[in-house]
């Protein structure tokens, strides 16, 4: 292994119009290394790879590829340096089949036509290589969102790459399906390919990281071996601020049960019974496919419930329509905002107004403009949304201001039970400790909040209760000393919910 980086940035710089989205930045990348970006939301970090990958050019510095200099005029340019890059936004064609896919544009031919058998042959030996459970002659739009994950992964494994970068991988992917992703990875930095690795997931790190580069606002704040360090001072360097002031003192104060499920049978679960009470925070465990989000879709008609009984505020409402569960003072936020939470092409304001005169504002016969406005404002105000914000496209902010947005359309309704599912998935710490002040802010008010998570430390710190689930059972009901890490792991399998 030579002295020489793969990759050398120096004074790496990106401007916009009143914005510098990257400020003089220095980084090497090392071959046969994993080296981990890590910063918040505006970070910076989006910019660097989009530079790296000739999605966009820089407006200072310089780019070395193996000492030499380099200018990337397009994505293509960076490929036939060898950088590959999995962007988090897909560019996959959704009417066309996973092999058309992998091999559009390098497609396997006889004389003049496609050789289809060939392609889907060879398809299927890539993901068979990398360990992905994907129909190679299935319609990308018949796929989950993980498994077009793996198709986006795979295509960037067709090439022949000196540099993958890859952004956010994991944020649709199951348990299994990480675990494969990292030994292809570590199997790939063995090869002696670089591999850029963004990620908010911190516990990832130190099962892949070799070192891990710190962004904050755009700028350069230090490079450290991940042997070296650990996830306490990590947090400090990207928030400047300590890991002990991102999760708020949250005081509970459980008052009367609002919600009560019986029994409850759907897809993926299997007789759950749970309560939920005024003032606290019920946090809801389990790996993916547990069936913690199934549970709360069936609850809210999302999903068809097959047995059981649901009673709100001593009321039965088993089955009832989604809209009428809403009206009775229940709000559901999304895991997949972008699916199911936002609509991406109109503004935040929009997207706010929307559940405003749905909700608390159309409670009158007419709907007033100013007062609309107002109320909007406050909101705003309440998640922390900037007001240079308010008025861009939603598909334009960034992950973590969209979540905002998503926080703010669930306040339009003044709910007496938020059920969060997976609230501060691919979101920063900084944004994270604003959205965990709004919950700890709603549980103080006396409404109950339900926090459904896949980060145990979230849980952990949030909730006064917290319920864990395995194979659509509710395995365990945990309070006070009850509530550790160790307790929680081990229920997630325990498949039989007899431990519950």
Sequence with gaps: ????????????????????????VDFDLKRGEVHVLFGENGAGKSTLISLLAGANTPSDGQIAVEGQPVRFASVADAQAAGIYTVFQEFSLIPTMTVAQNMFLGREPGIG??????AMRRRAQELLDRLGFDVPVGETV????RAQQQMVEIAKAFHGDP????????????TD????????TILKLRDQGVAIIYISHRIHEFERIADRVTVLRDGAYIGTTQMAETDEATLVEMMAGRAIRDIYPDIQHYPAEV???????????????????????????????GSGKSRLFRTLMGIQPIRGG?????????????????????IYYLSSDRKAEGLDLAKSAWQNLDIDLMMGREARGPMIRPRALRETSAEIFETVELKESYRSKVVAQLSGGNQQKVLFAKSFGHEADLYIFDEPTVGVDMGTRAALYRLIGKIAASG??????????????????????????????DLTGDQRTEDNVLRHFFDETGESA
């Design 258 to 288: 609002l919600l009560e499920v019986e029994d409850m049978h759907s897809w993926g679960v299997r007789g759950a019974s749970l309560t939920a009470r005024r003032g606290e925070v019920l946090g809801i465990a389990g790996l993916v």
């Design 112 to 117: 003049p036509f496609t050789d289809h058998r």
């Design 309 to 329: 009984t649901v009673r709100w505020k001593g009321k039965d409402i088993t089955g009832m329509a989604t809209r009428h569960v809403i009206g009775a003072g």
């Design 447 to 476: 409404t109950a909040v339900i926090v459904i998570s896949s980060d145990l430390p979230e849980v952990l710190n949030l909730a006064h209760r917290v319920l864990v689930m395995a194979e659509g059972h509710i395995t365990a």
């Design 176 to 183: 299994r399906e990480v675990d494969h992703l990292f030994k």
């Design 141 to 144: 739009a018949h796929l989950s």
């Design 1 to 24: 292994m030579t002295d020489t980086p793969l990759i050398k940035t120096t004074g790496l710089t990106r401007t916009y119009p009143g914005v510098t989205a990257l400020d003089h």
């Design 162 to 173: 000196k540099v993958l970068i890859l952004d956010e991988p994991t944020a649709s992917l």
